[in-house]
């Protein structure tokens, strides 16, 4: 099995963005708190790109690991390295729902401290 190397630095490209994105994000929260008096809620977008951090670090684990290995395994090892490239991208899947749940949290913390 052999990544299609353009879609992977796309991907990563796409991730890193991400990041940036809730970063600045964060940032910019923090500052519109100290203006309404609020504290803590910045650190959930923060926590969002570490979970991307994370989701990053183990799909890059499973291209350079894992797929070399499928596209040489023989019938005995296959099933092995399927079930362990299956259960990597079932934690990226975890990662990527605490990376979108963390900031969408902070935005209604703040959304409804904001209100009041």
Do not use: C, Q, T
């Not at 100290?34 to 291209?63: D, E, K, Q, T």
């Not at 005995?76 to 990662?95: K, M, P, Y």
């Amino acid at each position: 099995m052999r990544p299609d190397i353009i879609a992977e630095v796309i991907f990563m490209v796409a991730i890193l963005l991400n990041i940036i994105s809730l970063i600045i994000f964060g940032i910019i929260l923090k500052r519109l708190l100290n203006l309404i008096g609020g504290r803590g809620i910045w650190i959930f977008p923060i926590l969002g790109s570490i979970f991307l951090i994370a989701v990053a670090g183990f799909h890059i684990y499973r291209m350079v690991f894992y797929f070399p290995l499928l596209s040489v395994a023989g019938p005995g090892d296959l099933f092995d390295l399927i079930i362990g490239s299956l259960g990597l991208a079932r934690i990226e899947s975890f990662l990527f729902l605490g990376a979108g749940l963390f900031p969408l949290i902070g935005g209604i913390l703040y959304y409804s401290a904001s209100s009041k």
